[in-house]
């Protein structure tokens, strides 16, 4: 199968542009985790007052606070995701700079 030069260009630059339209997908993920992490905290601070047991705001606060943690191991994972698929954009550019010369 011959593969010209100006189809091979045509195809890594629909790559780079899926990889660019999954880039801003992942930046909405980690957006919205960061706005339910939020929201989570803003809840938790106003359900739970001085006037409640302090076993019941402890038990909470151990749920909370283990959801927090899980969403900031995410944040991590979408974060290092991300850098992979710059790093392939970037080479993948990088190879259709070199196929122009």
Do not use: C, P
């Not at 790559?15 to 957006?31: H, K």
């Not at 919205?32 to 809840?43: C, K």
């Not at 402890?58 to 995701?81: C, P, S």
């Amino acid at each position: 199968m011959n593969i010209s030069t100006s189809q091979l260009q045509e195809g890594m630059r629909e790559l780079v542009t899926s990889l660019d339209d999954y880039n801003l997908d992942i930046n909405e993920i980690s957006e919205r985790l960061e706005r339910y992490s939020d929201s989570m905290q803003d809840v938790f601070n106003n359900v739970f007052d001085e006037d409640d047991s302090q076993l019941l705001s402890l038990m909470y606060r151990g749920k909370w606070n283990n959801v927090h943690l899980q969403a900031k191991k995410l944040e991590v994972i979408v974060t290092e995701f991300q850098a992979k698929v710059d790093e392939l954009s970037n080479k993948i550019e990088s190879d259709m700079d070199n196929i122009r010369v």
